[in-house]
């Protein structure tokens, strides 16, 4: 009676465990498996040795004769743990265990084995281990290895090609030149990829699809897409690839309208570009402020039956948003719900980020809690938007209260700064310098080394020593710190202390671009520092710019025009300084006792000289 073999049942997949008794049988009594389920357990073990193992076993299964299939899942997974040696050895024994020699498919997965391991000299020398079998290379394996060699080095492979495949009479097909024109593309080199599609038709050879698209993607890649779509107009059969590439090039250039016209184009010729090319074209419309033709191209896509995802939604929310119809972009939220397409939160914090910009906080506050009703989790956008939005509104109190919220969930503020410094700015902007102070102390549990960074500058500016507190301030964002308000607020003062007014100009400028609209006390500062040294012009600028910021919350007050009013007097120039006046009360604001007395100086002055110069002759 033959003895029973065991089953290592470590070693076997599910879908072999699924056979009925395999657990409990042995061999013997049990149905052969199929080649199919031998090479898919080989490949599913999880080291070569374990591979190797159940190849043997699956030897010694009655009525089981191991065919190409199976030796080539275990050639693939020995190459995978670069086992080549082994690799060899099995494919001398084929011929004499299964009687046959190793197929074309197994020579490429060898091959393709050794150039994810970088063996390129074995690459090369793959020809030569077909011919050990007494066969000639095919045109795929010579393919396979030429495409292994051009993503190593582009000269190897032009060599190979000439030396190796042109030698031994193969010409190559269309595949083959695809493979060269990829490596010349992927090096740049645009002027021999022209070459080689010259020498294609030269040879009679018809250039596809992906052969010119290869070379017009590199050329849009260079910044060439005038040339790259009279480049397109050689393909007799240009394809949604061809389309996708160059609307994607015009959009990056920002050339609306070329984009739009290969967009027709693309649907004239009955494609649809795929969804990044249409949110391209989505973001561009968008950007200058066509969101109805945004939309419009859209449905065109719906209605082709194209592909439109959140990505593409929440471009065209934020592109309404930008314009301020932010009733228009929640109805598309509410659209692109009922057609299938599940908001993310993305597409909430678009929404909470321009209610925060137009001051309309409780509504933002609505949209953050209808995430939690949907279902969709805060993430640290979410937070620090809203809290920034919050605090700089004026509403400190519940910005307190998100920042809680963020601290307690899972995503916290993953050590980064900005909404303990958005709480700053707050403070900041209500005048409480001292509460921001505090505040800023209490941060250094989380941020120790900002906080103390922070407090040398501030003690530098205390004591006047201005220069050490810019080097501190200059090595904080060169080690990718982000500074505070507090530290640009009293930076700027000391600047202006020192009669250096042009850098705290400066540096007031830097503040705002990090979102961060000056108080009065600090607009005022710089504004008085530089009319008294007679840069009334300069001043002037500043405060008109200051204006077109009462959106962001720059609130005028008559510090802003008294300095100003005061040195244009100085100068004479009253009828200015009147001028300015008006302005300023125009805007409710009220002059103060100095703006008065200086206009009345400078009334006088000019009263007298014309008295005085009534007595010369005429």
Request: proline share 2%; aromatic share 8%.
């Given at each position: 009676m033959p003895s029973k073999i065991t089953i290592p049942t470590a070693i076997i997949p599910l879908s072999l465990r699924s056979l009925p008794g395999l657990q409990s049988k042995p061999i013997s009594s049990l149905p052969s498996p199929t080649h199919e389920h031998i090479a898919r357990l080989i490949i599913d073990q999880k080291s070569a040795s374990h591979a190797l193992q159940t190849f043997r076993w699956a030897t010694k299964i009655p009525n089981f004769t191991h065919s190409r299939s199976t030796y080539r899942a275990l050639i693939h997974k020995l190459c995978t743990f670069r086992r080549f040696d082994t690799v060899k050895e099995l494919l001398d024994e084929m011929p004499h265990s299964i009687q046959s020699p190793p197929d074309e498919s197994i020579f490429i997965t060898v091959i393709r084995g050794l150039g994810r391991a970088h063996m390129i000299n074995d690459v090369v020398k793959a020809t030569d281990l077909v011919s050990r079998f007494n066969m000639t290379p095919s045109l795929k394996i010579f393919n396979s290895i030429l495409d292994v060699l051009v993503k190593e080095d582009i000269d190897l492979a032009r060599a190979f090609y000439r030396k190796k495949m042109m030698a031994s009479g193969v010409q190559g097909d269309d595949y083959t030149?695809?493979?060269?024109?990829?490596?010349?593309?992927?090096?740049?080199?645009?002027?021999?990829?022209?070459?080689?599609?010259?020498?294609?038709?030269?040879?009679?050879?018809?250039?596809?699809?992906?052969?010119?698209?290869?070379?017009?993607?590199?050329?849009?890649?260079?910044?060439?897409?005038?040339?790259?779509?009279?480049?397109?107009?050689?393909?007799?059969?240009?394809?949604?690839?061809?389309?996708?590439?160059?609307?994607?090039?015009?959009?990056?250039?920002?050339?609306?309208?070329?984009?739009?016209?290969?967009?027709?184009?693309?649907?004239?010729?009955?494609?649809?570009?795929?969804?990044?090319?249409?949110?391209?074209?989505?973001?561009?419309?968008?950007?200058?402020?066509?969101?109805?033709?945004?939309?419009?191209?859209?449905?065109?896509?719906?209605?082709?039956?194209?592909?439109?995802?959140?990505?593409?939604?929440?471009?065209?929310?934020?592109?309404?948003?930008?314009?301020?119809?932010?009733?228009?972009?929640?109805?598309?939220?509410?659209?692109?719900?009922?057609?299938?397409?599940?908001?993310?939160?993305?597409?909430?914090?678009?929404?909470?980020?321009?209610?925060?910009?137009?001051?309309?906080?409780?509504?933002?506050?609505?949209?953050?809690?209808?995430?939690?009703?949907?279902?969709?989790?805060?993430?640290?956008?979410?937070?620090?938007?809203?809290?920034?939005?919050?605090?700089?509104?004026?509403?400190?109190?519940?910005?307190?209260?998100?920042?809680?919220?963020?601290?307690?969930?899972?995503?916290?503020?993953?050590?980064?700064?900005?909404?303990?410094?958005?709480?700053?700015?707050?403070?900041?902007?209500?005048?409480?310098?001292?509460?921001?102070?505090?505040?800023?102390?209490?941060?250094?549990?989380?941020?120790?080394?900002?906080?103390?960074?922070?407090?040398?500058?501030?003690?530098?500016?205390?004591?006047?020593?201005?220069?050490?507190?810019?080097?501190?301030?200059?090595?904080?964002?060169?080690?990718?710190?982000?500074?505070?308000?507090?530290?640009?607020?009293?930076?700027?003062?000391?600047?202006?202390?020192?009669?250096?007014?042009?850098?705290?100009?400066?540096?007031?400028?830097?503040?705002?671009?990090?979102?961060?609209?000056?108080?009065?006390?600090?607009?005022?500062?710089?504004?008085?520092?530089?009319?008294?040294?007679?840069?009334?012009?300069?001043?002037?600028?500043l405060v008109e710019e200051d204006m077109r910021g009462i959106g962001r919350g720059s609130l005028p007050g008559s510090g802003h025009y008294s300095p100003l009013i005061k040195a244009l007097c100085e100068k004479g120039g009253f009828q200015s300084a009147s001028m300015l006046l008006v302005q300023m009360v125009g805007k409710g604001i009220l002059p103060d006792y100095l703006t008065w007395n200086s206009l009345l100086i400078c009334l006088s002055q000019q009263t007298t000289w014309s008295v005085n110069m009534s007595h010369f002759p005429k």
């Open positions: 030149y695809a493979i060269l024109m990829k490596g010349l593309c992927l090096t740049n080199r645009v002027g021999d990829g022209f070459k080689l599609l010259h020498v294609m038709k030269s040879r009679g050879v018809k250039p596809n699809s992906v052969i010119y698209n290869t070379l017009i993607h590199s050329l849009c890649k260079n910044g060439k897409v005038g040339r790259a779509r009279s480049l397109m107009s050689y393909m007799e059969e240009p394809n949604d690839v061809t389309f996708s590439i160059l609307i994607c090039a015009y959009c990056k250039e920002e050339n609306l309208v070329n984009a739009l016209v290969l967009l027709e184009k693309s649907f004239s010729f009955g494609f649809v570009p795929d969804v990044v090319t249409i949110t391209k074209v989505l973001e561009l419309l968008c950007s200058v402020g066509r969101v109805t033709d945004a939309v419009e191209i859209l449905e065109r896509v719906e209605s082709k039956g194209g592909v439109i995802d959140v990505v593409a939604y929440n471009t065209l929310i934020k592109g309404f948003c930008r314009l301020g119809k932010l009733k228009v972009g929640c109805r598309f939220l509410k659209e692109m719900e009922r057609k299938g397409c599940l908001p993310n939160a993305d597409t909430y914090n678009i929404l909470i980020s321009s209610y925060c910009e137009t001051g309309v906080l409780d509504s933002a506050l609505d949209v953050f809690n209808d995430m939690k009703i949907d279902g969709i989790s805060w993430n640290f956008f979410t937070y620090d938007t809203l809290i920034r939005g919050l605090c700089s509104g004026g509403r400190i109190d519940d910005g307190l209260k998100i920042l809680q919220l963020m601290e307690d969930s899972k995503e916290g503020s993953k050590g980064r700064i900005s909404p303990y410094n958005s709480v700053l700015y707050g403070l900041y902007r209500e005048n409480q310098q001292d509460e921001a102070l505090e505040y800023l102390k209490q941060m250094e549990k989380l941020f120790p080394r900002a906080v103390d960074r922070s407090l040398k500058i501030l003690g530098f500016c205390v004591d006047g020593n201005v220069e050490d507190a810019k080097r501190c301030f200059d090595q904080m964002i060169e080690e990718g710190g982000v500074p505070n308000v507090v530290i640009y607020d009293c930076l700027i003062h000391a600047y202006c202390q020192e009669e250096r007014v042009r850098e705290a100009s400066e540096l007031m400028k830097e503040m705002t671009g990090h979102g961060y609209v000056p108080i009065a006390s600090t607009f005022n500062a710089v504004l008085s520092g530089l009319c008294r040294q007679g840069n009334v012009g300069t001043a002037l600028k």
